[in-house]
């Protein structure tokens, strides 16, 4: 958002954005919100995302952390590049904004895919830190539904938590079908539900935000 609010000029200094935000501000409750919401929530919250579909992306190593990060892009995308929000074409150029949010969520998918791998050998040995790591990923996993309404409700304009409860379903029935060995077709065409229903509404935004540019 520094960036946009750079390519902005210098004319936006102290105008405020649509959640009521003043560019250029840097404030302590600002940077602690960005810390515990953009930062912690969607962490955990993406981690579990990988977590669960990860069994289903061991074909595309050792692309996989990519591969996730495009279709989290391609899922929930819809949710950050909203064309009600003027802030997109207001401040800087709208193409240029909705190429960093994409990149932010493939270095993201690249990020989670490297830190799970690396804290899998970890869990997977003995000793102290072996069940620390363990107890933290089962404990990661009570929150997971509220969690994922509250993140999908702060990201988009519209609070609607079928999205959410969407990409859970299709969580759970990929994580079965993974656990009592059914065809893999099943689990594929669990997760292919929320990436064609979220890239049709990524679609749709993309349109609207950059038409008459």
Not at 128 to 137: D, H, I, K, Y
């Amino acid at each position: 958002m520094r960036v946009s609010g750079f390519m902005g000029g210098p004319g936006m200094v102290g105008v405020r954005t649509s959640n009521g935000n003043r560019v250029g501000d840097i404030t302590l409750e600002g940077t602690i919100g960005l810390i515990l919401f953009a930062g912690v929530a969607t962490g955990v919250l993406g981690g579990i995302l990988y977590a669960g579909s990860e069994p289903w992306l061991r074909r595309s190593r050792p692309w996989s952390g990519l591969v996730f990060g495009i279709g989290l892009f391609a899922a929930v995308g819809f949710t950050t590049v909203d064309p009600s929000n003027v802030d997109f074409a207001r401040f800087g150029s709208a193409p240029v904004n909705v190429a960093m949010f994409a990149a932010l969520f493939v270095l993201f998918g690249i990020a989670i895919a490297w830190l799970l791998e690396r804290l899998r050998a970890v869990a997977a040995g003995r000793g102290t830190r072996a069940r620390v790591v363990e107890g933290l990923g089962w404990l990661a996993l009570l929150p997971v539904a509220p969690l994922m309404v509250a993140v999908f409700a702060g990201l988009g304009a519209n609070s609607d938590p079928l999205p959410a409860v969407v990409i859970a379903a299709a969580l759970a029935i990929a994580a079965v079908a993974h656990w009592r060995r059914f065809p893999p077709l099943i689990g594929y065409a669990a997760l292919a539900v929320p990436l064609m229903t979220g890239s049709v509404r990524l679609a749709g935004g993309l349109t609207a935000l950059l038409a008459g540019l």
